[in-house]
């Protein structure tokens, strides 16, 4: 068994990715999350975000403005 990297286990967090995976890369992600305090803190982040976002914009954004947001946010991170 072989754990997910960092920059995996980050690009599969921001792109929402465990909801849908298979349990056994929901298993590995959580097991690294559990052991890396880095990954762990994005993706406290990443949620504490959400949950601002969801509080500020309670009107849903239109499916297009959705993904060009999406779009760009994988564009950034994937130059980190």
């Known amino acids: 068994m072989i754990l997910p990297s960092c920059r995996e286990v980050s690009r599969c967090l921001a792109e929402g990715e465990p909801e849908n995976s298979p349990w056994h890369r929901r298993l590995l992600v959580r097991l690294h999350l559990s052991m890396c305090a880095h ?15 969801r509080e500020r914009f309670s009107v849903p954004l239109p499916p297009e403005r959705l993904e060009a947001l999406k779009l760009r946010l994988l564009a950034r991170l994937k130059h980190l």
């Open 39 to 53: 990954c762990a803190r994005f993706a406290r982040q990443l949620k504490l975000l959400g949950l601002a976002w």
